[in-house]
């Protein structure tokens, strides 16, 4: 019987495994400077927690996530998303008593959730992801969106994406645009898909969001929620959008973006590869939300934060042929050449790993020609060669991959030589 990985999920090898950490490692170092801290989440949680933060109107709730009953009969998650954890281990944890405002978390690992596999899109699927909680200034989604601007433009994106920002306003805002929609799509939602229908009861904002290209046009003449906007918060609206241009970062108000998650209130936001004028699939997004804490049974708290698909990075990072693995170190292939050589090469193979060489050492024997053979399919730049000649005498052989010179040194002066570039 031949074992395959289940369908949705992928493994991460070689380039693809250093470029995850890579991400991993210039995520976390931008995180630190603007101090949000490390905050690890259980990978499964209640299913309540879910339906209550994410939405009973979600895709998310209705559609994608992993459910099941454990061996005492309760209904188990494996998680769609962070926020609903990081939210719930603060308010469980109290940590809005103990710890001073507003609480900074990020946070990188899998998510979960059952949607139909494709380019970029996987059933599990790695997120990073920052949130701010306890505080209620614009500035704070104003910093939150320098930190996405910071992370990008390590990996030289700057450029190459644009800024969707919107504004969903306060309580009074979206009650009013909820019926706007609602008088706009009921004569309209019966030529469209099913999973509309059950959106214009359940949330008609949901309907925005709709992928459905012959659905697409109908959306097109919806009203758009700048019409309900107070004054103040097409303020906010523009200092948003004003502040991530002085960034140095292409930036639009998409009236029509609202997320698909219901918790978001206030200002939202995504980002897209830029391709001339034409935009693809989001590669990150979040934004405000008022009322997420009081719902998990904390305090009135408001929050800001994002999340970004890792693979959908990645899948962009290999479209513009940006490599963002650390350069390493010259690779040396150490071949000792008979058994009372072994010592000595291990010897040579810590000296220079410990000096930023990637170092591999040959245990197996063989002939010398298929120890070169094999140091050239390991892309090595030097071979050091160990005989008894060289174990006597305290010296070894340093060959040059590239330009076949060869010479003898002392194995003390290896290192130098290296460096001087043999």
Known sequence: MSYQKVKGTHDFIKKDASTLEAIRNVFNR?????????????????????????????????????TFMDKNNRSITLRPEFTAGIVRSIVENKLYATEPLPIKSCYFGPSFRYERPQSGRYREFYQGGVECVGTTSIQSDIEVLALVVDFLSAFALRDQVVVKVNHLGGE???????????????????????????????????????????????????????QFLSEKEKGEL?????????????????????????????????????????????????????????????????????????????????????????????????????????????????????????????YEGGKIGSMFKKAERLSMDYGVIVGEDELSRGTLQLKNLATQEQVTIKKEDLISTLRKGH
């Not at 479209?319 to 090469?345: F, Q, T």
């Open 238 to 362: 523009e200092k948003v959008c004003e502040s991530v241009k002085k960034l140095g970062v292409h930036c639009e108000i998409d009236h029509k973006l609202v997320r698909g998650l219901d918790y978001y209130t206030g200002i939202v936001f995504e980002v897209h590869p830029l391709r001339g004028d034409v935009t693809q699939g989001a590669i990150l997004g979040g934004g405000h939300y008022h009322n997420l804490v009081a719902q998990l049974g904390g305090p009135d708290l408001e929050g800001v934060g994002f999340s970004f698909g890792v693979e959908r990075l990645m899948t962009l990072l290999s479209e513009l042929a940006i490599d963002v693995r650390l350069p390493l170190g010259k690779k040396v292939y150490v071949m000792p050449l008979s058994d009372p050589c072994y010592n000595y090469a291990s010897d040579i193979a810590h000296t220079l790993r410990i000096n930023g060489f990637v170092t591999e050492v040959n």
């Open 30 to 66: 931008v995180c630190e400077r603007y101090s949000f801290n490390s905050h690890y989440v259980p990978t499964m949680e209640y299913s309540e927690l879910f339906s209550r933060s994410v939405g009973e109107g979600s895709d998310i709730v209705r559609k994608e996530m992993y």
């Open 172 to 226: 009074k805002t979206r009650k009013a645009y909820r019926d706007a929609l609602k008088l706009y799509f009921s004569p309209r939602v019966a030529f469209m898909c099913p999973d509309c229908h059950e959106r214009l009861d359940v949330n008609p904002l949901r309907i925005l969001d709709c992928k459905v290209e012959e659905d697409q046009q109908i959306i097109k003449g919806a009203p758009t929620i700048d």
